[in-house]
């Protein structure tokens, strides 16, 4: 499902930051080799994630879900100075491509990459997070915002993605039968009515939730 009008889109686009060099080629490169692209940050949820880094001036971030790179290097674009990203992804035969743009992007040096799960990985992370975002299995965004909030400094900011799911969250059908769609679901109503942040859901792209640590 698309949230606005693919005019509307370009015309938004085309009066946004342009992406750079290392992002374009990275954005063909995931549509012509990868599996699923349509998982990738596309050109404006990149510049608002690299626009939220810069914003807060973030000095350590986490991202949840590296797939090929391309939202870590939005993210890491607005690192501070001596910043860090910490970045984990499950898919092991992810790491070499994501690991060769983050060097043609000439962030290897600020952006760490963990193999395994998330939920092993947290924990031994020493790091007061600025700045999370989750984009990984659908399943365990609950779990993975209760992992990272204790993580999070007070006034820092978590987005998850997806969390419009295409419009399947407000498909009843979809919510009896499918798994990830009453996840995700469930992480809405829960963060919405967690008093430990604020919450605002953006109909961007296929939903991001912001959230603010109280």
């Known amino acids: 499902m698309e949230f606005i009008d693919k005019n509307l889109n370009d015309y938004a686009e ?9 992002l374009k080629e990275l954005h063909r490169y995931t549509y012509a080799k990868v599996l699923t692209p349509r998982m990738l940050s596309g050109h404006l949820q990149g510049r608002f994630l690299s626009f939220i880094s810069q914003f807060i001036q973030a000095n350590n971030i986490l991202e949840i879900g590296t797939y090929t790179g391309y939202s870590a290097i939005c993210l890491a674009e607005g690192l501070e100075k001596d910043g860090q990203l910490h970045t984990i992804e ?6 070499e491509q994501a690991l060769t743009y ?17 939920l092993d990985i947290i924990p031994n992370l ?28 007070k006034g820092g900011v978590i ?12 498909d009843q059908n979809q919510l009896d039968k499918d798994i990830e769609t009453k996840a995700l679901d469930a992480f809405n109503k829960k963060v919405h009515q ?14 991001l939730m912001l959230l603010i640590k109280n």
């Open 102 to 118: 983050f060097e043609k992007a000439q962030l290897n040096n600020k952006i760490h990459m963990h193999i395994g799960h998330a």
């Open 126 to 153: 020493d790091c007061t997070f600025d700045l999370v975002f989750i984009d990984a299995d659908k399943e365990n965004y609950a779990h993975y915002y209760e992992a990272v909030l204790p993580k999070l400094r």
């Open 194 to 207: 967690d008093n430990r942040v604020q919450n605002l859901l953006l109909p961007v792209r296929d939903g």
């Open 159 to 170: 987005i998850a993605d997806n969390v419009l799911w295409s419009g399947k969250v407000l």
């Open 14 to 22: 085309n009066h946004s930051q342009e992406a750079s060099d290392v």
């Open 90 to 95: 499950i898919n092991k035969e992810l790491q």
